[in-house]
């Protein structure tokens, strides 16, 4: 497990120096889309965060009231339904605008990256093979969340119900990711099924070795995140150069990821 690990890591930052006008492109690409998706992520989050407060602040609240007035503490409560409404709008659209940004962009990311890789350049076959495979993972996670939220998960109960959908996200982002790697399997598009289950039986057999590149690939930019929103009152110059080595773990990561893949199917 180790070896290929480390082979795989050798071997991505080799095919990176091999193509470096490729990667000067691809990190163009991925600036593109974090531009993009940060700011659809800026402008929904500031009204999905003040509905989730409408409606939990009562129900917080309810700790601290008489058992003798629970029942006229609770009639406010159904006003606040409109709020949670709005939440689930609001979300529902965050999720469309990122679905097509990432459709658009990312799966340009992905070509350029398997290019790197592998260096095939069937783009429009690429892209059609990507957004097929996006919609298969991700439309099951969105119809999980409309019947959740509707049918088993109550208001009072936003901690278990996020818990649960990041659970079932990290899941399906495994697999999903796996397919994005094994695209080339697919020789034409009606193959795409093949793909599914190559990744699904790939993803099950070489999960000691899959899972912790998975993590490594998901966690490293979420870390340079975390960091960067820690200095966003430091100078510009700073600024800019964590958001640049953000790029590059992510381009560095996504190449890692189909290497390894790669060399797990030889």
């Known amino acids: 497990m180790l070896n290929t690990l480390?082979?795989?890591?050798?071997?991505a930052v080799i095919s990176i120096k091999k193509h470096k006008l490729l990667f000067l492109l691809l990190f163009i690409t991925q600036l593109v889309f974090l531009v993009a998706a940060s700011t659809i992520l800026m402008k929904f989050s500031i009204s999905i965060g003040d509905s989730i407060n409408e409606f939990i602040e009562p129900?917080?609240?309810?700790a601290n009231v008489p058992e003798e007035e629970i029942m006229t503490a609770l009639a406010p409560l159904a006003e606040k339904y409109e709020h949670y409404e709005q939440m689930l709008k609001n979300l529902t659209l965050f999720v469309v605008y990122m679905y097509v940004v990432y459709i658009a962009v990312n799966g340009f990311n992905w070509s350029l990256?398997?290019?790197?890789?592998?260096?095939k350049a069937q783009f429009i076959r690429f892209q059609i093979k990507f957004k097929i495979l996006?919609?298969?993972?991700?439309?099951?996670?969105i119809a999980i969340i409309n019947v959740t939220a509707k049918y088993v998960f109550s208001i009072d109960q936003i901690g278990t119900s996020v818990l649960f959908y990041f659970i079932i996200a990290i899941i399906f982002a495994y697999f999903m990711y796996i397919s994005f790697a094994l695209i080339d399997y697919a020789k034409k598009i009606k193959e795409i099924p093949k793909v599914i289950k190559k990744a699904l039986?790939?993803?099950?057999?070489?999960i000691l070795i899959i899972l912790p590149t998975f993590f490594v690939v998901?966690?490293?930019p979420l870390l340079c995140v975390y960091i960067i929103s820690?200095?966003?009152?430091?100078?510009?110059?700073?600024l800019l150069s964590l958001i640049a080595v953000l790029i590059l773990i992510i381009n560095w990561g996504r190449i890692t990821f189909i290497t390894v893949i790669k060399n797990l199917e030889k």
């Not at 990256?113 to 260096?119: A, E, G, H, M």
């Open 6 to 11: 480390k082979d795989s890591f050798k071997q």
């Open 59 to 62: 129900l917080e609240n309810l």
């Open 113 to 119: 990256s398997n290019l790197i890789v592998n260096r």
């Open 134 to 141: 996006f919609l298969t993972f991700t439309l099951p996670i």
């Open 201 to 206: 039986t790939t993803g099950i057999e070489n």
């Open 218 to 220: 998901m966690g490293l």
């Open 230 to 238: 820690t200095q966003l009152e430091a100078n510009f110059f700073l």
